[in-house]
């Protein structure tokens, strides 16, 4: 089992700056593909980002492009995402998704959130024009 915490949500007005981080415990991240999912109210649940298992490949929404970092330390066990060039439209539940990988899918990274099989409880980030 995977047990995943968000953290570092908030209130940040538009321009400004987040880095939320998922805190991993029950299993190393190191062969798990890693993604950072939204929910705004009434609103689907949609992709933001993705890293792979090895974290040398990443993909990013269209909506995010530019803007934002995943990134993964397996030292700490702990994924990130940094956004910057913050806009009222970003402001939702950020959620994070593990999916272990085997050897062979390590280089892959996912952006359909049924591929995940952990999720943490998600972190609100309010955005204020």
């Given at each position: 089992?995977?047990?995943?915490?968000?953290s570092?949500?908030?209130?940040?007005?538009?321009?400004?700056?987040l880095?939320?981080?998922?805190?991993?415990s029950?299993?190393?991240?190191?062969?798990?593909?890693?993604?950072?999912?939204?929910?705004?109210?009434?609103?689907?649940r949609?992709?933001?980002?993705?890293?792979?298992?090895?974290?040398?490949?990443?993909?990013?929404?269209?909506?995010?492009?530019?803007?934002?970092?995943?990134?993964?330390?397996?030292?700490?066990?702990?994924?990130?995402?940094?956004?910057?060039?913050?806009?009222?439209?970003?402001?939702?539940?950020?959620?994070?998704?593990?999916?272990?990988?085997?050897?062979?899918?390590?280089?892959?990274?996912?952006?359909?959130?049924r591929?995940?099989?952990?999720?943490?409880?998600?972190?609100?980030?309010?955005?204020?024009?």
């Amino acid at each position: 089992q995977v047990q995943l915490v968000e953290s570092g949500g908030g209130l940040v007005q538009a321009g400004g700056s987040l880095r939320l981080s998922c805190a991993a415990s029950g299993r190393t991240l190191s062969s798990a593909a890693m993604g950072w999912f939204r929910q705004a109210p009434v609103k689907e649940r949609e992709f933001v980002a993705a890293i792979s298992g090895s974290g040398r490949n990443t993909k990013y929404a269209d909506s995010v492009k530019g803007r934002a970092t995943i990134s993964k330390d397996n030292a700490a066990n702990t994924v990130y995402l940094q956004v910057s060039n913050l806009k009222p439209e970003d402001t939702a539940i950020y959620y994070c998704a593990a999916r272990s990988t085997l050897p062979f899918e390590n280089e892959n990274f996912y952006t359909n959130p049924r591929l995940y099989g952990y999720w943490g409880q998600g972190t609100q980030v309010t955005v204020s024009s």
